[in-house]
């Protein structure tokens, strides 16, 4: 909950050195790293997310596995409660470690962006 509130008070108070999220990075992703990072990819297809009419927020690296999961559902409904909970563990393990990779990937570019405007005005 703090999060949200200090991220949208840093924008407000100091514009140019808070991360813009709804654009890409304006570092180079690889800057910094000894080994080149592995590029992400869709392991679902678009066909795939439009045929279990997955939501715009569903649409992440994850889904997959939410498809993964629902068919699960769909193969055991009624009782798909604790037939499906290996699906269900993978899809939140996915959604967690896709969480922390966005907020790290938040804070190196708030620290780059501090780092620039340290050394313009030195």
């Keep these: 909950m703090g999060t949200k509130l200090s991220v949208s008070l840093e924008g407000a108070l100091s514009p140019e050195t808070a991360p813009r999220t709804d654009r890409p990075p304006t570092f180079d992703p690889q800057a910094g790293f000894e080994r ?4 992400r990819v869709m392991k679902a297809t678009w066909e795939e997310m439009e045929q279990f009419r997955l939501k715009p ?7 997959h596995h939410l498809i993964d999961l629902m068919k ?4 055991n409904a009624p009782f798909a409660g604790h037939a499906c909970d290996d ?3 993978a899809w939140d ?10 907020i790290k ?3 190196r570019e708030r620290r780059l962006l501090h780092r620039q405007q340290r050394k313009e005005h030195a």
């Design 72 to 75: 699960c559902q769909t193969k």
């Design 57 to 63: 927020g569903q649409r992440d690296y994850c889904a």
């Design 105 to 107: 990937e938040y804070e």
């Design 93 to 102: 393990k996915c959604e967690y470690d896709d969480h922390l990779m966005r």
């Design 36 to 39: 080149p990072r592995k590029e």
């Design 87 to 89: 699906q269900r563990g």
